[in-house]
């Protein structure tokens, strides 16, 4: 059974990490489709740049994925600029660059740095999930009787981790875990 595709016209979306990359990418796709993108990227992201470059169906929200008043003033944004929020696209993420054990330098990841790609790239994710999912609720259901929908982003290394070094020896990375979390965060995240 084939599954329906709505056109995206008319649709309001925020866009994590939307200054950049993945996140930008979408907003280009969903703005040149007719829907309307908030880019909710850090202050000195470039995203106001990016923003005035895709037109008045697109504004620049300056925000921290981890901080709720951030989050919370981004939405507000969509709301006052375009009356609701329709999709939540999450592509904010971090990732370090660092073995769990460097044999050469005889040094251990940093617990401070795998506690900021957690911070970014699990509980960012959670809190404009819980967020977005409050604005959304208030939305009057489609004709399939939804209200909206957020898509959550994770890169493959979720699953297939890092090789790296001669005799390609396996070792997580400090992202995989939260990344792993996030494709499990959507599953108990579905409104009724």
């Known amino acids: 059974m084939a599954a329906a595709c709505r056109s ?4 309001v979306a925020v866009i994590t990490g939307g200054a950049s990359g993945l996140g930008l990418a979408t907003a280009e ?3 040149g489709q007719g829907a ?3 880019l909710l990227d850090l202050p000195n992201s ?3 740049a990016q923003a005035k470059k895709l037109g008045n169906n697109c504004v620049f929200a300056p925000a921290d994925v981890t ?5 919370q003033t981004a939405l507000a944004l969509a709301k006052g600029k375009f009356g609701r929020v329709d999709v939540a696209v999450n592509c904010a993420g971090i990732a370090v660059a660092s073995k769990t054990y460097n044999l050469k330098k005889g040094q251990t990841h940093t617990l401070e740095d795998f506690q900021r790609v957690l911070d970014v790239n699990l509980m960012g994710t959670f809190n404009v999930i819980r967020l977005v999912a409050g604005e959304m609720g208030q939305n009057e259901p489609d004709q399939g009787g ?5 898509i959550n982003t994770a890169s493959v290394a979720a699953f297939e981790g890092q090789v790296c070094g001669q ?3 396996w070792h997580p990375t400090a ?3 939260p990344r792993e979390s996030v494709q499990l965060l959507g599953q108990p995240s579905a409104l009724p």
């Open 46 to 48: 470039g995203g106001e």
């Open 146 to 150: 939804q209200r909206g929908v957020i």
């Open 8 to 11: 995206v016209k008319g649709l």
């Open 67 to 71: 901080s709720e008043k951030d989050v």
């Open 167 to 169: 005799g390609s020896v």
């Open 29 to 31: 796709r969903l703005v």
């Open 36 to 38: 309307s993108a908030v």
């Open 175 to 177: 992202d995989q875990p």
